[in-house]
C-alpha cells in the first residue's frame, strides 16, 4: 500500500518563475524508509514542504495516507510528524515544554505515547530542564525527533535532518530511524550526504527539480554498467589532467583521496589506461578496482 | 481548551523569561510615566523680552515691573532704542519686544489713552502666540490698576463694562498634569500593546517555529486568541501601574468608576492588539514590522489628541483621527478620570473600538496563512 504517493508535482516561485520542482512523481510504501537524495537546491525541501501541506503546488497532485494534500489538508496535518531542517522549535522554552506544547497542541499527551519516543528521550532527560537554544546540535535534532513523533504519526518528514551533525551523532540518528521503521511508521527524509543513501530502503536520486532515478540503493548500484576503478599517484593533480585528456575514458573525478576512472563496458581496458598514464609519466601509480557507490551513480547521471 | 490553555502558558513564559522584555514592558512605562508629564507641559514661562523705554517715567517702570512679576516674563534687555531691542531678537537673546513711546506718562495722564507697541518673535509659534496673550493679558490689568485708581468711588460705573471670569471645571487650576497623564498613559499602553504584538508573529515567522506550528492541526483563530490573550492581560497590568503611578506621583484618582476605566481599556486593547497581530501576519522580518508599527504609531500619537484637540484639525485629519483606536482611548481615559464618565457617556466610543476590534482580529485571522 502507498503511504505516500506524489504524482507529476510542480513548484514554481515567485516573479521569475523559478522552477524548483518540476514534475515529480514517486511513492512510498507503509514501513519504508525513503530517502531524497541530491546537492543543495534539488527541490528536495519544497516536496517536502507541498507533501507536509505547508506549500500549494503549482501543478500535480499527492496523496499522504490516501489523502490528497490539498483537500485534506486538516486531516494530513494530524497524521504526519515533519522536521525542517532548520531547527524550529522554541529555542526560549525547555526541553520538557516543548515536547509538552507539541503534544498538546496534536492533542495528546507525552505520557501517552512516551514508548514511542522513549528510546530517544532518554538521551536528553537529563537536560530536561535546559531551554531548547542552549542543546548541542545532535541534541537538538533528538528533541525536534522526539516532537515530530509525540502525536505518533504515521508519516514522518525529515528534512535533512542530519546537515551539521557530527559523524557519531548522525550514526545515532540513523539507527534512530531504523527503530523507528519497525514500529510501522513510514519515513520520508532528504540529505545531501551520499552514504546516508545506502540506508535508505529505497531512494530518489534529484537534481535540479527533478528525479534522476528512483530504486534501492543495491538496484541504483548494480545498474551502473560501467568499470570503476580507483587510481592514486604521485602528482594527483596531473593524473586528473591527464585522465580528463584522454576521450576513450568515459570519465574521471577526485573521490576522496583516490580518482575513480568510469569505462564504459566495452571501451577501452583497464590494462590500456594504466599503460597510459605511465607513457604520460606518471609515477607511483596505485591502481585498483574501485567498489561502486550511489555518489558514483549520482555523478554518472548527473552526466547524463 | 487544553490548547489554548497551553498556548498561554507557553506565550506567558516566552514573554516573562526575556529579562529584556521584562523590562520594556514593566520598568520603561512607568519610568516616562513619571517624567513625560513635567516635560509635556503647555505652560510658556521664561519667555525673554526686551524692553525698548523711550520714556523713563514712573509709570513705565510700574509696568515692567509689573510684568516681570509675573513669573513668565524675563527681563533680557532694557534700552531706550527700538533698534538695539530688535537686535536682541536678532541674535536669539529676546523673543518679545515691548516699546514703550516716549511721553507715555504724560499722554496717559493728560490725555487718558496712550499706544504701546508690541513685536514678537514668531519662529517659535507657541512661545510667541501664548507670550504675546500673556504680555497683552498684564497690560489689561495695568491698564485696570491705573483706571481703578483715577475713577472716584461715587460714579461708580459712568458706562456699561462687561467682565469676563473663567472657571476651569474638572481641572479648577488648569493643572497641566492632570491633562496629560491620562493621554499619556493611553499612550504607554498603546505602544506596549501594539509593539510587543507587531512583532510577535513575526519572530516565530523569522525564528521558524511557525513552520513547526503550522503543520500541527491547531486551528487559526486558537493561534490569534492564543497571541491575543497574554498581551491583553499584560496591557491590563502596565495600565494599572500606570495608574498607581499617576495616584502616588500626580495625586491624580479617578473621579469616574473604575469598571468604567476597565472597559475601556480593555476594549482598546483588543482594538490595538489586533492591529499589531495585523502587521504582524502581513509581514516577514521584525524589521519590517518594526517600521511599519513605528509609522502607525506617530500618527496614533500626533492625530490621537493627546497633544493637539482633534477638533482643530483640518476636515480630512479629522477623519483620519476618526480612524484611529487611540483618539478614542485618549478621550475616554480623560472624560473618565477628570470629569468621572459614566457607560452611557463612552458607550459610542466603545461600540466604535469594538468595531475596530473585531475588525483587526478577523482580518488578522483571516491573513495568517498555515499554507503558502
Same mark, same amino acid.
Given at each position: @500500500?502507498?503511504?505516500?504517493?506524489?504524482?507529476?508535482?510542480?513548484?514554481?516561485?515567485?516573479?521569475?518563475?523559478?522552477?524548483?520542482?518540476?514534475?515529480?512523481?514517486?511513492?512510498?510504501?507503509?514501513?519504508?524508509?525513503?530517502?531524497?537524495?541530491?546537492?543543495?537546491? &534539488?527541490?528536495?525541501? /519544497?516536496?517536502?514542504?507541498?507533501?507536509? *501541506?505547508?506549500?500549494?503546488?503549482?501543478?500535480?497532485?499527492?496523496?499522504?495516507?490516501?489523502?490528497?494534500?490539498?483537500?485534506?489538508?486538516?486531516?494530513?496535518?494530524?497524521?504526519?510528524?515533519?522536521?525542517?531542517?532548520?531547527?524550529?522549535? +522554541?529555542?526560549?522554552?525547555? %526541553?520538557?515544554?516543548?515536547?509538552?506544547?507539541?503534544? *498538546?497542541?496534536?492533542?495528546?499527551?507525552?505520557?501517552?505515547?512516551?514508548?514511542?519516543?522513549?528510546?530517544?528521550?532518554?538521551?536528553?532527560?537529563?537536560?530536561?530542564?535546559?531551554?531548547?537554544?542552549?542543546?548541542?546540535?545532535?541534541?537538538?535534532?533528538?528533541?525536534?525527533?522526539?516532537?515530530?513523533?509525540?502525536?505518533?504519526?504515521?508519516?514522518?518528514?525529515?528534512?535533512?535532518?542530519?546537515?551539521?551533525?557530527?559523524?557519531?551523532?548522525?550514526?545515532?540518528?540513523?539507527?534512530?530511524?531504523?527503530?523507528?521503521?519497525?514500529?510501522?511508521?513510514?519515513?520520508? $527524509?532528504?540529505?545531501?550526504?551520499?552514504?546516508?543513501?545506502?540506508?535508505?530502503?529505497?531512494? &530518489?536520486?534529484?537534481?535540479?527539480?527533478?528525479?534522476?532515478?528512483?530504486?534501492?540503493?543495491?538496484?541504483?548500484?548494480?545498474?551502473?554498467?560501467?568499470?570503476?576503478?580507483?587510481?592514486?599517484?604521485?602528482?594527483?593533480?596531473?593524473?586528473?589532467?591527464?585522465?580528463?585528456? !584522454?576521450?576513450?575514458?568515459?570519465?574521471?573525478?577526485?573521490?576522496?583521496?583516490? %580518482?575513480?576512472?568510469?569505462?564504459?563496458?566495452?571501451? #577501452?581496458?583497464?590494462?590500456?589506461?594504466?599503460?597510459?598514464?605511465?607513457?604520460?609519466?606518471?609515477?607511483?601509480?596505485?591502481?585498483?578496482?574501485?567498489?561502486?557507490?550511489?555518489?558514483?551513480?549520482?555523478?554518472?547521471?548527473?552526466?547524463? | 481548551?487544553?490548547?489554548?490553555?497551553?498556548?498561554?502558558?507557553?506565550?506567558?513564559?516566552?514573554?516573562?523569561?526575556?529579562?529584556?522584555?521584562?523590562?520594556? #514592558?514593566? %520598568?520603561?512605562?512607568?519610568?516616562?510615566?513619571? $517624567?513625560?508629564?513635567?516635560?509635556?507641559?503647555?505652560? %510658556?514661562?521664561?519667555?525673554?523680552?526686551?524692553?525698548?523705554?523711550?520714556?523713563?517715567?514712573? +509709570?513705565?517702570?510700574?509696568?515692567?515691573?509689573?510684568?516681570?512679576?509675573?513669573? +513668565?516674563?524675563?527681563?533680557?534687555?532694557?534700552?531706550? /532704542?527700538?533698534?538695539?531691542?530688535?537686535?536682541?531678537?536678532?541674535?536669539?537673546?529676546?523673543?518679545?519686544?515691548?516699546?514703550?513711546?516716549?511721553?507715555?506718562?504724560?499722554?496717559? #495722564?493728560?490725555?487718558?489713552?496712550?499706544?504701546?507697541?508690541?513685536?514678537?518673535?514668531?519662529? !517659535?509659534?507657541?512661545?510667541?502666540?501664548?507670550?504675546?496673550?500673556?504680555?497683552?493679558?498684564?497690560?489689561? !490689568?495695568?491698564?485696570?490698576?491705573?483706571?481703578?485708581?483715577?475713577?472716584?468711588?461715587?460714579?461708580?460705573?459712568?458706562?456699561?463694562?462687561?467682565?469676563?471670569?473663567?472657571?476651569?471645571?474638572?481641572?479648577?487650576? @488648569?493643572?497641566?498634569?492632570?491633562?496629560?497623564?491620562?493621554?499619556?498613559?493611553?499612550?504607554?499602553?498603546?505602544?506596549?500593546?501594539?509593539?510587543?504584538?507587531?512583532?510577535?508573529?513575526?519572530?516565530?515567522?523569522?525564528?521558524?517555529? #511557525?513552520?513547526?506550528?503550522?503543520?500541527?492541526?491547531?486551528?487559526?483563530? =486558537?493561534?490569534?486568541?492564543?497571541?491575543?490573550?497574554?498581551?491583553?492581560?499584560?496591557?491590563?497590568?502596565?495600565?494599572?501601574?500606570?495608574?498607581?503611578?499617576?495616584?502616588?506621583?500626580?495625586?491624580?484618582?479617578?473621579?469616574?468608576?473604575?469598571?468604567?476605566?476597565?472597559?475601556?481599556? /480593555?476594549? =482598546?486593547?483588543?482594538?490595538?492588539?489586533?492591529?499589531?497581530?495585523?502587521?504582524?501576519?502581513?509581514?516577514?522580518?521584525?524589521?519590517?514590522?518594526?517600521?511599519? @508599527?513605528?509609522?502607525?504609531?506617530?500618527?496614533?500619537?500626533?492625530?490621537?489628541?493627546?497633544?493637539?484637540?482633534?477638533?482643530?484639525?483640518?476636515?480630512?485629519?479629522?477623519?483620519?483621527?476618526?480612524?484611529?483606536? &487611540?483618539?478614542?482611548?485618549?478621550?475616554?481615559?480623560?472624560?473618565?478620570?477628570?470629569?468621572? /464618565?459614566?457607560?452611557?457617556?463612552?458607550?459610542?466610543?466603545?461600540?466604535?473600538?469594538?468595531?475596530?476590534?473585531?475588525?483587526?482580529?478577523?482580518?488578522?485571522?483571516?491573513?495568517?496563512?498555515?499554507?503558502?
Amino acid at each position: @500500500m502507498d503511504v505516500v504517493s506524489a504524482h507529476n508535482l510542480t513548484k514554481i516561485y515567485g516573479k521569475d518563475k523559478v522552477t524548483a520542482v518540476n514534475g515529480v512523481s514517486f511513492t512510498v510504501s507503509k514501513g519504508e524508509i525513503f530517502g531524497l537524495i541530491g546537492p543543495d537546491g &534539488a527541490g528536495k525541501t /519544497s516536496i517536502f514542504r507541498m507533501l507536509t *501541506t505547508l506549500l500549494l503546488p503549482e501543478n500535480g497532485t499527492a496523496t499522504v495516507g490516501g489523502l490528497d494534500i490539498q483537500r485534506d489538508y486538516k486531516q494530513i496535518r494530524k497524521q504526519i510528524g515533519y522536521m525542517p531542517g532548520r531547527f524550529s522549535l +522554541y529555542t526560549d522554552l525547555t %526541553v520538557e515544554e516543548n515536547l509538552n506544547f507539541f503534544a *498538546t497542541v496534536f492533542g495528546t499527551t507525552v505520557k501517552e505515547n512516551y514508548d514511542l519516543i522513549k528510546d530517544i528521550y532518554i538521551q536528553i532527560e537529563p537536560f530536561k530542564k535546559r531551554k531548547a537554544g542552549k542543546l548541542s546540535g545532535g541534541m537538538k535534532q533528538k528533541l525536534a525527533l522526539c516532537c515530530a513523533l509525540i502525536h505518533k504519526p504515521d508519516v514522518l518528514f525529515l528534512d535533512e535532518p542530519t546537515t551539521g551533525v557530527d559523524p557519531v551523532s548522525r550514526k545515532e540518528f540513523w539507527e534512530m530511524l531504523k527503530r523507528l521503521k519497525t514500529q510501522g511508521i513510514t519515513i520520508l $527524509v532528504s540529505t545531501p550526504y551520499m552514504d546516508e543513501a545506502v540506508l535508505c530502503d529505497r531512494i &530518489a536520486l534529484m537534481q535540479k527539480g527533478t528525479i534522476l532515478s528512483i530504486n534501492t540503493p543495491q538496484a541504483i548500484i548494480n545498474k551502473l554498467p560501467d568499470r570503476l576503478f580507483a587510481v592514486k599517484a604521485g602528482n594527483m593533480y596531473d593524473l586528473l589532467r591527464t585522465l580528463q585528456r !584522454n576521450t576513450n575514458i568515459s570519465g574521471s573525478y577526485s573521490f576522496g583521496e583516490y %580518482v575513480h576512472v568510469v569505462l564504459s563496458p566495452s571501451g #577501452i581496458s583497464p590494462e590500456d589506461v594504466q599503460s597510459y598514464l605511465q607513457q604520460q609519466g606518471l609515477t607511483e601509480i596505485e591502481w585498483k578496482k574501485a567498489t561502486v557507490t550511489v555518489e558514483d551513480c549520482f555523478i554518472k547521471l548527473l552526466r547524463e | 481548551m487544553r490548547t489554548l490553555k497551553f498556548l498561554l502558558k507557553k506565550e506567558f513564559s516566552q514573554i516573562l523569561r526575556n529579562k529584556t522584555i521584562r523590562v520594556a #514592558i514593566f %520598568v520603561m512605562p512607568i519610568v516616562q510615566l513619571i $517624567v513625560i508629564p513635567f516635560t509635556a507641559d503647555y505652560e %510658556v514661562k521664561n519667555i525673554n523680552l526686551a524692553v525698548a523705554d523711550h520714556d523713563h517715567s514712573v +509709570y513705565s517702570r510700574q509696568l515692567i515691573s509689573k510684568i516681570t512679576a509675573s513669573g +513668565y516674563f524675563r527681563l533680557t534687555d532694557y534700552t531706550n /532704542s527700538f533698534k538695539s531691542a530688535l537686535k536682541s531678537i536678532e541674535s536669539d537673546k529676546a523673543d518679545l519686544i515691548l516699546e514703550i513711546p516716549s511721553g507715555f506718562e504724560k499722554g496717559l #495722564i493728560k490725555e487718558n489713552e496712550q499706544k504701546l507697541f508690541v513685536a514678537v518673535n514668531a519662529i !517659535n509659534g507657541v512661545k510667541a502666540g501664548l507670550g504675546g496673550a500673556y504680555l497683552g493679558e498684564i497690560i489689561k !490689568n495695568y491698564n485696570n490698576d491705573i483706571r481703578l485708581k483715577w475713577v472716584t468711588p461715587e460714579s461708580f460705573s459712568p458706562f456699561p463694562v462687561i467682565d469676563i471670569r473663567s472657571s476651569n471645571w474638572f481641572n479648577p487650576e @488648569m493643572n497641566y498634569y492632570f491633562f496629560m497623564v491620562p493621554g499619556i498613559l493611553a499612550i504607554l499602553v498603546t505602544m506596549v500593546g501594539g509593539f510587543m504584538s507587531s512583532l510577535n508573529i513575526v519572530k516565530e515567522k523569522e525564528v521558524g517555529t #511557525i513552520e513547526q506550528i503550522n503543520v500541527t492541526p491547531i486551528k487559526k483563530h =486558537y493561534f490569534i486568541i492564543g497571541k491575543l490573550i497574554p498581551f491583553w492581560i499584560l496591557g491590563n497590568i502596565i495600565f494599572s501601574i500606570g495608574l498607581i503611578v499617576a495616584w502616588v506621583v500626580f495625586g491624580i484618582v479617578p473621579v469616574g468608576s473604575l469598571w468604567v476605566l476597565y472597559a475601556s481599556i /480593555s476594549m =482598546y486593547l483588543f482594538a490595538i492588539l489586533g492591529f499589531g497581530l495585523l502587521i504582524s501576519t502581513y509581514c516577514d522580518t521584525q524589521q519590517q514590522a518594526m517600521l511599519i @508599527m513605528f509609522f502607525f504609531m506617530m500618527i496614533f500619537i500626533l492625530m490621537g489628541g493627546l497633544y493637539t484637540p482633534t477638533e482643530s484639525m483640518p476636515g480630512w485629519a479629522k477623519i483620519i483621527s476618526q480612524l484611529n483606536p &487611540a483618539t478614542y482611548l485618549i478621550e475616554m481615559m480623560r472624560m473618565i478620570i477628570l470629569k468621572g /464618565s459614566g457607560f452611557s457617556d463612552i458607550t459610542p466610543s466603545l461600540i466604535k473600538l469594538g468595531i475596530f476590534a473585531i475588525l483587526f482580529n478577523s482580518w488578522a485571522v483571516f491573513n495568517y496563512k498555515k499554507t503558502s
